[in-house]
């Protein structure tokens, strides 16, 4: 092959590359957008009831917690003064090094309780379980360190007692409602199976108490930028496959999940590295091996703000995480990929993942290489490459932009129209470096998946723009 | 720059990337304004809104509070763009008033032409609008509205047809629950709460027959759907309907449902045979009516009911027996010490600390 015609066929890849990624998220953007209008319409008159009964389902919070002695109480108060008629709230300290246990047994009153506890989901032996003297919807779960998010948390599910199971990252905001919100799902559809909500970025909040009191931009760069890639993230990327029932991931930071079917289907894989995205995955693959109707759906508006890392060092560990356990949660569920009866999940939604999500770094970073060594190397124009350049520029903006018009048109969120203005100047400077630096630590991660990385507890800076008035 | 482009000889692939680059700006400079301009529109409109709506806030708080409905003078003109948001806050109103204030705000909207706004908001495409006028046909009690709004009930949009389902009670209770009780068994996309909104709005004079029968009539099936709703009914009849079907069902759903309901204050029909039926959630409830009778001859059925393998079953058994008004807590020590099965003395245990004994 000729250098020229390595060139023809390289731009021409890359070319149906863009043109087929962004395809893919302008649909999702249209179905979102449907979605979500639809969504609002009807929203606002079952909203205006508010009525409560005894038809609501009971909920079990569960908060997996390690090394959370610092923020672990308020995080607590706050969630025993959700807005829902019947709840528990149960945490697990998963074996913490430092005072997790010692701070809620003090602060609640906790007293060490007989209980009969069961293991249905595989979890590390349970050291003893506390029950609050104040609050009898409190429990608190303590157990060896299981290395794991997953493995506290199905510990938590075994001494759930209730139908319904919503998992809480200790350090995520839950607005009051959220859990009202999130429960009508499983009120009007009875084959729903998992629900998520949507998770945006505290950083640059005002949060009092546990509670979060006024919502405003970060000043810091890295976590802005974030806050518009939650945007594109949440309200087209999960509402855009969410009627088609092919959503693939419900964020392990808020979640809620019909227990017996979670216990059905083994509960959360305590070795995967994306522990929320393979649960999702294995439930798509074991309802659909037993051909049984279910449905998981994402709603936009409960939602859990979450800390987002503002340094370059937790935010490469995070991006490198996902895409590793990105790709083992899809290689494990592999059996889905083109299933004769898997549906939009075998035939769309799995691989649009495989091609752009998992091995889709590979082109962006050989992609940005490539145009830069063809230019140098004189086998393309610099107008060429910059036509490219700006290609996948003009399409990354288009994507944001039409993310943070659907915010408008359904919560704006941000009341200021300055900030409306910050998160446009955002969405283009993002594309010029940002961009760039995910895509080469999404390869890492790639590369990591492919070596068989393992997971450990998450921990991340916490951001100095949450401005919490405790 | 734009005759450079057009003239410049690219190949193929640049000359497509290079249109695509122009239609992705042009798109993303077009969302822009729209935002913008949707931004500048929603923050003009709620400006307008707000003094407009706690004006007519006012206006209806007061026939609220009047002696009399009407009449009706020196209220304001209504704009053609403040219809929607008058007769939104018009309902909001409505939803939290009852008896003669009714009649007053009633009386108000016909005088506003409310119903003939909201008979032409029924025709609209929109969804939004049948709804808003769905809501507002049936909180006007207007009966020639009756058969626009049955149609309703049958649309397969769940929203739309449990809207109109809630309405024709409000218009008239008695005509429309034996429509909708055989209903609910059959739209099960209607949400429970507002099924159960509806029922509670009707009150179980009105409910209890019509559920009665159909509870008696229908499938198993349709009984469990049902079951949700019977606590509603009068409590005499829900535990008659709950008895019968205790001593005559063979379903474990509907027995599980039946047992839920059942006081046990004529007896427990069939309980040594249920407290071992194979299916579990059957054997749990009969655990828990045992615990609700509270009788002293039940006390050997239940110890042996705390050796289930079952976790829940044991559970809602050592509950039972912890809540049982004769045995004190030296008793239930006791029993727990004689139990061989650990599983049984756990649980047993976990119920005594749980009732703090």
């Known amino acids: 092959m000729t250098t020229e015609a390595f060139v023809h066929h390289t731009q021409w890849l890359f070319l149906l590359y863009f043109v087929g990624i962004n395809l893919g998220y302008l649909a999702q953007n249209l179905i979102a957008t449907i979605g979500i209008r639809k969504y609002l319409q009807t929203a606002r008159q079952f909203e205006a009831e508010g009525v409560f009964s005894s038809l609501d389902i009971p909920i079990s919070v569960i908060v997996p917690a390690y090394n959370e002695a610092a923020s672990i109480i308020t995080s607590i108060k706050a969630l025993l003064q959700m807005d829902y008629p019947d709840f528990e709230l149960i945490v697990v300290n998963d074996g913490s090094r430092d005072a997790t246990l010692q701070t809620m047994i003090d602060a609640f009153g906790l007293q060490l309780f007989p209980e009969a506890y069961r293991i249905r989901v595989e979890s590390s032996e349970v050291r003893g379980v506390y029950r609050s003297l104040r609050f009898k919807n409190l429990r608190i779960i303590d157990k060896v360190n299981g290395g794991s998010k997953a493995d506290a948390v199905n510990a938590g599910i075994n001494a759930a007692r209730y139908p319904l199971v919503c998992v809480v990252d200790a350090d995520g905001i839950l607005q009051t409602d959220s859990l009202r919100r999130v429960v009508r799902p499983f009120l009007e559809d009875q084959t729903t199976i998992a629900v998520g909500g949507t998770v945006r970025i505290a950083n640059g909040c005002v949060v009092r108490q546990g509670f979060l009191e006024e919502v405003g931009l970060p000043t810091n760069y890295l976590a802005l930028v974030q806050v518009v890639e939650y945007l594109r993230a949440f309200l087209f990327g999960r509402m855009g496959w969410s009627p088609i029932n092919a959503l693939l991931i419900i964020s392990g930071a808020f979640g809620v999940f019909h227990k017996e079917t979670l216990i059905e289907v083994g509960g959360f894989n305590k070795d995967a590295v994306g522990e929320d995205m393979e649960l999702i995955l294995r439930m798509h693959r074991i309802m659909k091996e037993k051909r049984r109707p279910y449905r998981i759906t994402f709603l936009p508006d409960p939602v859990c703000w979450t800390d987002a890392p503002e340094n370059l060092k937790d935010l490469k560990g995070q991006r490198v995480r996902w895409q590793n356990g990105l790709g083992q949660a899809l290689m494990l569920n592999r059996s889905l990929i083109f299933n004769p009866r898997g549906g939009a999940v075998s035939w769309l939604a799995i691989p649009f993942y495989l091609v752009f999500e998992l091995f889709g770094p590979i082109l962006e970073v050989l992609g940005m290489f490539l145009l830069l060594y063809f230019g140098w190397m004189g086998w393309l124009g610099w107008p060429e490459s910059l036509i490219f350049f700006g290609l996948a520029i003009g399409l990354g903006i288009l994507l944001s932009t039409s993310a943070i018009m659907l915010e408008e048109m359904s919560f704006h969120m941000y009341p200021r129209i300055r900030d409306l203005l910050v998160l446009f100047l955002v969405a283009i400077v993002e594309n010029l470096g940002f961009r760039q630096l995910t895509a080469i630590w999404r390869l890492q991660g790639l590369f990591r998946w492919l070596r068989g990385g393992k997971h450990k507890w998450e921990s991340i800076t916490r951001s100095a723009s949450v401005s919490d008035k405790t | ?357």
């Open chain 2, 1 to 357: 720059m734009l005759d450079w482009l057009l003239q410049s000889d690219f190949d193929t692939s640049v000359t497509a990337a290079l249109w695509s680059t122009v239609i992705a700006i042009a798109s993303t400079l077009i969302l822009f304004l729209y935002t913008l301009g949707l931004r500048v529109a929603t923050t003009l409109a709620e400006r307008r809104r707000v003094p407009l709506i706690a004006r007519w806030r006012r206006i209806f708080a007061s026939a609220v509070v009047s002696d009399t409905a009407g009449p009706w003078s020196a209220l304001p003109q209504i704009g053609r763009n403040q219809q929607i948001d008058i007769l939104e806050e018009w309902n909001r109103t409505r939803t939290t008033v009852a008896g003669s204030a009714t009649e007053n705000l009633v009386s108000l909207a016909q005088h506003l032409d409310f119903p003939a706004l909201a008979g032409r908001m029924l025709q609209k495409r929109q969804i939004k609008s049948k709804l808003l006028a769905i809501q507002t046909l049936g909180h006007l009690r207007g009966e020639q509205s009756w058969s626009a709004i049955v149609e309703a009930v049958a649309s397969p949009n769940s929203a739309l047809s449990i809207t109109a389902a809630v309405a024709l009670v409000d218009i008239d209770a008695e005509k429309a629950i034996p429509e909708l009780v055989p209903m609910i068994s059959i739209r099960r996309d209607w949400p429970q709460t507002r099924v159960a909104m509806f029922l509670r709005m009707a009150g179980s004079d009105i409910i209890s027959e019509p559920m009665c029968r159909a509870l008696r009539d229908g499938d198993p099936k349709s009984q469990i759907q049902l079951m949700k709703f019977a606590p509603l009914m009068d409590a005499e009849t829900a535990d008659r309907v709950a008895d019968e079907l205790v001593r005559n069902s063979h379903d474990a759903g509907v027995l599980a449902a039946a047992l839920k309901l059942l006081s046990g204050h004529g007896g427990l029909p069939r309980i040594d045979e249920l407290a071992e039926h194979e299916a579990w959630f059957v054997r749990m409830r009969a655990a828990q009516i045992l615990g609700r009778a509270g009788l002293a001859e039940h006390l050997p059925l239940l110890e042996t009911m705390l050796q289930d393998p079952d976790w829940w079953v044991r559970y809602r058994t050592a509950q039972a027996i912890a809540a049982l008004p004769f045995l004190g807590p030296n008793a239930l020590h006791q029993m727990q010490q004689r139990q061989t099965d650990p599983f049984a003395r756990d649980m047993l245990g976990q119920a005594i600390a749980e009732a703090g004994l």
